[in-house]
């Protein structure tokens, strides 16, 4: 993303935008044939529960095989599954992105006015736009709120047991995305908490295992501001204005910090003196760990650690957060990746 808001996309075809911009959410379920017959059934997923080598080293093979052809044969056929070179994502006129979240095979960009664009794999839910459309090719409009940035009046499809129909005024604009492996969690300006997407392990929140295919406000969390969001490959974690921390979906790893290995459905609320009763500044989520910064710069962190990605000098699971010491730094920044951790940090005199 650059400072002009305009994005830049590159890697997996299928998750680089081809040029044609949809702002009528609705065209793109016409699209659902043609594009599912055209899609490629070798492509692995890459959020299996175990890791998988030979997906790797399949990849890695293709990889050689159409580098192979593009020196070969012509620069005609191209690179059959990369995109190797940063492309301008092309959106409306006018359009100016002001931050980017990707997930496991979509992605999700939050323009200056509140409104949510996404494209690639959209099969569980994830793209937001009512049905189950296996690809979309080019960036679209979420609805997360109708008429976002005109008429500043919001409609959202608010959940209630297996998904209800139904509308809630929540506020005028999107004000914050995160996209986790095959689901969508994003806030608006009035703490409103939405998600959409992959609902097996309970990740959407919405007190149940369903798929939630159009942004669904989380029921139990009405009323109450949400701040900041993080979504990782199976689970959730979310921040209120009071600091309260809500985590929910899939637990195999104590991603969830609940101190059990059982996962939530609804939103849980962790306990604040696991945290030393401090405020969060940053939250953020990796495939099955997690990671919480405070204002005054401690660092928790909790999950899968199986490559250390937690930082606690192990390679042992916590189900309850540890605090990362680190000498010489104050954390400024932290953010997870899928099995690793990056942390920005001021020296300490």
Not at 174 to 187: A, K, L, N, P, Q
Not at 262 to 272: F, I, K
Not at 299 to 314: A, E, I, P, R, S
Request: proline content about 3%.
């Amino acid at each position: 993303m650059c400072e002009e808001g305009e994005v830049y996309a590159w890697g997996w075809k299928e998750c680089v935008p081809s040029g044609k911009v949809i702002t009528d959410f609705i065209t793109v379920g016409s699209l659902q044939k043609d594009i599912a017959g055209k899609q490629s059934s070798s492509i692995a997923e890459q959020d299996s529960h175990h890791d998988n080598k030979k997906v790797g080293d399949e990849v890695v093979k293709r990889r050689k095989i159409t580098f192979s052809r593009q020196d070969s044969d012509s620069q005609a056929s191209g690179d059959e599954f990369f995109t190797v070179s940063p492309s301008l994502v092309t959106l409306g006129n006018g359009v100016k992105i002001t931050s980017v979240s990707l997930g496991g095979r979509h992605t999700l960009a939050l323009s200056d006015v509140g409104q949510v664009w996404g494209w690639g794999y959209g099969g569980e839910g994830q793209l937001g736009l009512g049905s189950r459309v296996k690809m979309v090719s080019s960036p679209h409009l979420i609805p997360c709120i109708e008429s976002a940035g005109k008429d500043k009046s919001s409609a959202f499809h608010q959940g209630s047991g297996a998904g209800a129909q139904g509308s809630n005024v929540t506020g005028s604009y999107v004000m914050d995305i995160s996209c986790g492996g095959r689901h969508s969690v994003v806030i608006t300006d009035a703490g409103a908490l939405l998600t959409f997407g992959w609902g097996l392990y309970g990740q959407c929140g919405q007190g149940n295992n369903v798929d939630q295919l159009r942004p669904t406000l989380v029921p139990s969390l009405l009323g109450t501001r949400v701040e900041k969001i993080a979504a990782g490959l199976w689970h959730t974690l979310c921040v209120t204005v009071n600091g309260q921390i809500y985590a929910f979906g899939g637990n195999q790893f104590g991603q969830l910090g609940t101190g059990t290995d059982q996962p939530e459905t609804s939103p849980r609320q962790l306990d604040a003196s696991r945290f030393e009763n401090k405020h969060s500044s940053i939250v953020s989520c990796g495939a099955r760990h997690s990671a919480l910064l405070t204002d005054d710069g401690h660092l928790f962190t909790w999950g899968w650690n199986k490559y250390g990605q937690l930082g606690l000098g192990d390679s042992v699971d916590r189900n309850i957060p540890g605090q990362v010491s680190i000498a010489g730094c104050r954390p400024r920044n932290v953010a997870c990746g899928w099995w690793h951790t990056l942390l920005l940090g001021d020296k300490t005199v």
